[in-house]
């Protein structure tokens, strides 16, 4: 095994773009991604649990890793002439890793990517309707609820408003990398121009520039659904529970099981819900100075994350 340090992170934030990057630079012949995206070691590198509540996927939470040894293992397959990177969209959320990827390798570079922080948060509460991890039907309840949550000790992906409050954020990667070693995407750079985001991300890491080879842009996305669950805790079961193994598999073939079970999911579909003009405004509203302060600190007009 290669000890070396990682040489760039992708640091969120959620919902903006980071797993597109991260799927074009495991194709580029010059880097090295682990294929576990989002181990957020250096948010619990301390072997401290994250706190979570109930409500993360545990699935996903297997990938969480704490253990150095452990972070070590996911780049044992990188080569010699390799940069090797992750991503952990929770780096940028969580306010002492900067310092603590700062202390692992001072030469680090930083790959930030910032989405409209209302579209964000309604893309968040969608995706995790969609898992079945969001019992609350409605968006503003989840808003509503949200520092409850926090108190509580959920996962930060709940954290809908606090996770869109870029400014303070970024500032803190300012903070401990000098302007060289940082690159700030938008995501709607990312959407409009793929090819040209792509190359500066190329040019940012010294490593050739390959377009003709990049792989499709969207991932991960929300925005195309038409459907989300009904009832979270059917769709959980049905998904990732003891339903479909256990109780459908030993009695059935495992295609008609599957069927019956695929059945039921379309069942307990609803229409996706839309983010109204009227939440929209009052997201703009909590996020206006933060926007306002992100764009002097960044230089970049962000007065369209205002309307």
């Given at each position: 095994m290669r000890l070396h340090k990682t040489d760039f992170f992708i640091i969120g934030a959620a919902r903006s773009g980071t797993t597109t990057l991260w799927h074009w630079l495991r194709e580029h012949p010059q880097v090295f991604l682990p294929s576990t995206k989002e181990p957020h070691f250096f948010c619990f590198?301390?072997?401290?649990?994250?706190?979570?509540?109930?409500?993360?996927?545990?699935?996903?939470?297997?990938?969480?890793?704490?253990?150095?040894?452990?972070?070590?293992?996911?780049?044992?397959?990188?080569?010699?002439?390799?940069?090797?990177?992750?991503?952990?969209?929770?780096?940028?959320?969580?306010?002492?890793?900067?310092?603590?990827?700062?202390?692992?390798?001072?030469?680090a570079k930083i790959i930030c990517i910032l989405r409209d922080p209302c579209s964000r948060a309604f893309s968040q509460f969608i995706h995790h309707v969609r898992s079945g991890l969001e019992k609350l039907r409605e968006f503003n309840s989840a808003l509503t609820w949200e520092a409850s949550r926090i108190a509580d000790g959920w996962w930060w992906g709940f954290h809908y408003l606090a996770a869109g409050k870029y400014y303070e954020q970024w500032r803190t990667y300012c903070d401990q990398f000098p302007e060289s070693q940082r690159l700030l995407l938008f995501y709607d750079d990312l959407s409009a121009d793929p090819t040209g985001t792509y190359n500066r991300v190329c040019e940012f890491l010294e490593i050739a520039q390959a377009p003709d080879s990049m792989p499709n842009l969207r991932f991960n996305e929300t925005e195309c659904l038409t459907s989300v669950p009904r009832f979270s805790a059917l769709h959980r079961a049905l998904l990732h529970g003891t339903f479909g193994t256990r109780l459908l598999h030993p009695l059935l073939p495992k295609s008609i099981a599957r069927g019956i079970r695929n059945a039921i999911i379309r069942l307990n579909a609803r229409k996706k819900p839309k983010l109204s003009a009227s939440s929209r405004s009052r997201l703009v509203e909590h996020f206006?100075?933060?926007?306002?302060?992100?764009s002097k600190l960044s230089g970049r007009d962000l007065s369209a994350w205002l309307q």
């Open positions: 590198k301390d072997g401290t649990p994250p706190t979570c509540g109930d409500e993360l996927d545990p699935h996903y939470r297997k990938l969480i890793v704490t253990d150095y040894q452990d972070y070590l293992k996911l780049f044992e397959h990188c080569a010699q002439d390799q940069l090797r990177g992750e991503a952990s969209p929770g780096y940028l959320y969580f306010r002492t890793v900067a310092s603590q990827i700062r202390e692992h390798n001072p030469n206006r100075s933060d926007i306002v302060q992100l």
